[in-house]
C-alpha cells in the first residue's frame, strides 16, 4: 500500500513530509446523493510483540482492499498498548511503532479520537514528576498523531461527522481517576457544533469510551437492592445529557465507540449506539470473549440510514500473517 495520511484535527489540506503526522486532505463531499463508505477501528493497542504491526498491518490492508472501496478510516481510540504508565522514551517508542505501520501500509485518511491508554504519564497520581513535562497527559499524543485539539468535525459524503475526546481525569477521593464524559467547555463546543448542522444533515458521533453501551451487562449480576450499576470507567457518565441533546437534534443518526472489546448495538429515539469490536481482540494475547479481532465497514446513505458489516481479521495468536 501507499504511505497514508493520518491523524488530523482541521480541515485545512496538508501533506505528509518524512515521519511527521500531518492533516488530512479534506474529504471530498462525494457525489450529491451518493452514499459514503467508511471503515471503523477501535482499540488498536499497537505494540512491538505479540505480531501486533503484522496483523494492523493486514487489518489495514483488508480495508483498503475491500469491494466496498471505503475512503475515510475512523479510529476511536487506545491506539498504543498503553503509554498510561511508561517512561516517555517507551511511549515514543510506541507511538513510533503507530507512526511508521500506518505510515507505510496506509493511504486513507484517518480521523482519530483519543482513548485512556493514549494519554501519557500515569496521570492517576497527584505527586508524579511527569506533571512537569509539558507533554504530560494528552499532550504527548496529541503530538504524536499531528492532532490541534482532542475533539473536532467535519464533513465528508453529506454526512457531519463528530470525534469527541471521552476520556476526562478527575480528582476522586484523594486521587485522579479518569472516567467518560466531557468537560464543560467541551459541551459547549459540542452543543454549538450541532446548533449550526443543518437539520437534515445526519449526524456520526464517534467516541473512545460508549455513550450508552449494554455490553458490560455480561456477565454481570444486580446488587443486593436488584439493581445494576453502570460505571463511569465503562459507559460515558454524562450520558443522560446526550439522550437530551440528542432529542433536540434528531438528525444525530449514528454513534461509535470502542473501548469494551465487545460487540454491541442498541437503538434509543432516533439514534443508534454500536460498540465496536476491537482490533486487537484480547490485546493480542488472546481473543475477546465475546468477538473476533476484527474492524467495520459502513455505508452512510444521504437519508441518515446505514449499512453495518463487522469484519473479522482472521487473528490467531502466535501467527505472522501474510500481508
Same mark, same amino acid.
Given at each position: 500500500?501507499?504511505?497514508? *495520511? ?52 493486514? +487489518? ?153 453501551? *449494554? ?23 454524562? +450520558? ?84
Amino acid at each position: 500500500m501507499a504511505a497514508g *495520511v493520518f491523524g488530523t484535527t482541521s480541515r485545512k489540506a496538508a501533506a505528509l513530509t518524512g515521519t511527521e503526522m500531518s492533516n488530512p486532505p479534506i474529504i471530498p463531499p462525494g457525489a450529491a446523493g451518493q452514499p459514503l463508505t467508511i471503515a471503523h477501528i477501535t482499540d488498536v493497542h499497537i505494540i512491538d510483540k505479540f505480531n501486533a504491526e503484522q496483523w494492523v498491518s493486514k +487489518a489495514l490492508h483488508m480495508i483498503q482492499s475491500h469491494p466496498k472501496k471505503p475512503s475515510i478510516i475512523l479510529n476511536t481510540g487506545d491506539c498504543v498498548m498503553d503509554t498510561a504508565r511508561q517512561k516517555k522514551d517507551e511511549a515514543l517508542h510506541l507511538w513510533n511503532v503507530w507512526k511508521t505501520t500506518f505510515k507505510r501500509e496506509n493511504s486513507l485518511p484517518l480521523h482519530t479520537c483519543l482513548g485512556n491508554h493514549d494519554v501519557w504519564g500515569d496521570v492517576m497520581k497527584l505527586d508524579t514528576p511527569l506533571r512537569n513535562d509539558p507533554q504530560f497527559g494528552r499532550k504527548l499524543a496529541l503530538d504524536q498523531l499531528g492532532m490541534d485539539s482532542p475533539y473536532h468535525s467535519f464533513d465528508a459524503g453529506g454526512w457531519h461527522i463528530i470525534m469527541l475526546d471521552s476520556v476526562f481525569v478527575e480528582k476522586y477521593n484523594g486521587h485522579f481517576a479518569w472516567v467518560g464524559r466531557l468537560d464543560d467547555k467541551q459541551w459547549a463546543w459540542l452543543e454549538a457544533d450541532l446548533a449550526k448542522t443543518p437539520a437534515d444533515k445526519p449526524v456520526l458521533v464517534c467516541s473512545h469510551i460508549p455513550i450508552m453501551q *449494554v455490553a458490560s451487562m455480561n456477565g454481570m449480576k444486580p446488587d443486593k437492592d436488584r439493581s445494576y450499576t453502570f460505571t463511569e470507567r465503562w459507559m460515558m457518565g454524562d +450520558a443522560h445529557k446526550f439522550v437530551a441533546l440528542f432529542r433536540k437534534h434528531p438528525n444525530v443518526k449514528l454513534c461509535l465507540s470502542g473501548h469494551l472489546h465487545s460487540l454491541d448495538r442498541l437503538e434509543l429515539n432516533y439514534t443508534t449506539y454500536i460498540c465496536d469490536g476491537s482490533v486487537c481482540g484480547g490485546k493480542w494475547r488472546g481473543a475477546s470473549p465475546l468477538h473476533p479481532p476484527g474492524f467495520s465497514i459502513l455505508t452512510l446513505n444521504p437519508n441518515g440510514s446505514f449499512e453495518y458489516e463487522y469484519i473479522p481479521i482472521g487473528w490467531k495468536e502466535g501467527v505472522i500473517p501474510k500481508v
